[in-house]
């Protein structure tokens, strides 16, 4: 059985340099992804009324809202998922948004929501930062923000009557456009 898991770990990771490569190819400007990951439910059975919600909502001039929902919990196709870049949102049980916030994987939400309204969503985590003047590249630091919003308090979850105590909607430092990922999350809240 060793052996087997030898042999198959170089495959893995070529599997995962090739989803990384095809992610650098950019995406359509005119679409919206929303990735849903839950460890307690299957949340495909909501998509199609989650979608059509949302661009009811956001009315014609919204982009393609497309809904990708992983139907069992797994680790390693969420670690895919946010390397491959591909999603403007993701919707993820607690631990992992607070996993991978802790090296910044989660965009600052605090301008745009209140912290005292969502305060379960606020914690501890990394965020990228511009090096001092003269100086190339960017620096992660901790700091403290409003990282996640509970999905048990998204009124458009709950009007699909999917209420999970544990995910947290979250926006990848990688969305195509930040702008946007705020206005459906303020769409899925409202």
């Not at 095809?22 to 849903?36: E, H, L, M, N, Q």
Request: proline share 4%; aromatic share 8%; with cysteine.
């Amino acid at each position: 059985m060793r052996a087997g898991l030898k042999r198959l770990s170089p495959w893995i990771i070529g599997m995962l340099a090739l989803v990384l490569l095809a992610g650098c190819g950019g995406r359509d400007k005119d679409s919206f992804t929303i990735f849903i990951m839950d460890k307690q439910g299957d949340a495909s059975i909501i998509r199609d009324e989650l979608a059509q919600k949302l661009k009811d909502k956001l009315g014609e001039q919204a982009p393609t809202i497309e809904i990708a929902v992983s139907p069992l919990y797994n680790q390693q196709k969420l670690v895919v998922e946010y390397a491959a870049g591909e999603n403007d949102l993701f919707i993820l049980p607690e631990e992992d948004m607070k996993l991978y916030g802790q090296n910044g994987s989660n965009l600052p939400l605090d301008d745009a929501f209140d912290k005292k309204t969502y305060a379960r969503g606020v914690f501890e985590g990394g965020v990228f930062k511009e090096k001092e003047q003269g100086e190339k590249g960017t620096d992660m630091i901790k700091e403290t923000h409003l990282f996640g919003i509970p999905v048990e308090q998204m009124k458009m979850f709950k009007d699909v009557k999917y209420n999970s105590k544990t995910l947290f909607a979250t926006v990848p430092p990688r969305t195509s456009n930040k702008e946007e990922a705020i206005k459906v999350l303020k769409a899925l809240t409202e």
